[in-house]
């Protein structure tokens, strides 16, 4: 693949997920969260599992042996993550949620380096306060004197948990080498569903009747950000290192924010301030130590190997 296709697939990629915000936003006024997540995550097994089958072969003894760290990773990242997400979605705008979710690849850099051990250099630890300064700055509408109340939006603080199940996703699934990435989803995804199984049966998911729009919305997820953003970043990584890809993840907000506006969402000073604030504290921390010590002059073994 020639570079400037990967680019391209990158740039998809994040158009599809920030689709999901968008869609998210609507649907939630007729389904619930855990109705959305499950219906998302249903649908999108029926792509999911071909694909694996198709592309990776997997080896399902070994995926066997693995169903705890799956169930784990689909507790937390299929479950934990989109439920905070689409509850977030009913208290804040689609915009608000994805400069937030902003902060999430520093976030990750952080824990791993507590949690995994893995450096950090102090230009990386620069760089997440600067990313946590911004999304304070939009969590308190460019007023941080505000930081002393507790009138927060409660849509805001979702998101704030939605980031944090997805890092401990992500750091999970660092862990999880011998199972290939669309199967470890899949299967993942599978148990997911069959633990959510219960609590949709025994409660309402749906607000009021649904209409035309959420049901496109539904499938939309899961089609587009659940297997189609996953497939154009993996084929992307081939040509185009994580820390570049990494990068992208900042056209998110940037492309929720520009579909939002014209669905008629506003975007404030505060929120342009911030988001500015994080993308270049994210830029900061996705350079990895290496590459910093490398630039001073120095050897950096982690780059020669």
């Known amino acids: ?3 400037s296709m990967a680019w391209l697939f990158l740039i998809l990629a994040n158009v ?3 689709g999901n915000y968008i869609f998210g936003k609507f649907v939630t006024a007729e389904v619930s969260p855990l109705g959305i997540t499950f219906a998302r995550w249903l649908l999108a097994l029926f792509l999911l599992f071909p ?11 070994q995926v066997k042996k693995a169903w705890l760290p799956l169930a784990v990773l689909g507790l937390t990242g299929a479950i934990g993550y989109n439920i905070t997400l689409y509850a977030a979605l009913k208290f804040t705008t689609a915009t608000n949620a994805a400069l937030v979710n902003a902060l999430n690849p520093a976030l990750i850099v952080l824990c791993s380096a507590f949690l995994l051990r893995e450096r950090m250099a102090k230009a990386q630890i620069g760089g997440f306060l600067l990313s946590l300064i911004g999304v304070l700055f939009i969590l308190t509408q460019g007023s941080l004197s505000r930081l002393l109340s507790t009138d927060y939006n409660k849509g805001d603080l979702l998101m704030l948990a939605a980031i944090s199940s997805w890092t401990l996703y992500s750091l ?3 862990k999880l080498t011998n199972i290939p990435p669309i199967t470890a989803t899949a299967v993942s995804s599978l148990i997911a569903v ?12 749906f607000i009021q009747p649904i209409g035309t729009r959420s049901v496109i919305g539904i499938v939309y997820m899961a089609v587009f950000p659940s297997v189609g953003s996953y497939l154009l970043w993996n084929f992307s990584l081939r040509t185009v290192s994580a820390s570049q890809a990494g990068i992208t993840l900042n056209l998110i907000p940037v492309f929720t924010a520009l579909i939002g506006i014209t669905i008629g969402e506003q975007v404030t000073v505060a929120q342009i301030l911030g988001g500015l604030l994080v993308f270049a504290g994210v830029t900061l921390t996705s350079v990895s130590p290496g590459r910093w010590r490398l630039s001073r002059g120095k050897r950096s073994e982690s780059l020669l190997r």
């Open 16 to 18: 599809f997920w920030a």
């Open 172 to 174: 999970l699934i660092k």
């Open 194 to 205: 069959f633990m959510m199984l219960p609590f949709v049966a025994s409660s309402p998911v």
């Open 1 to 3: 693949m020639s570079k």
């Open 51 to 61: 694909l694996a089958l198709w592309i990776e072969k997997p080896d399902w003894r």
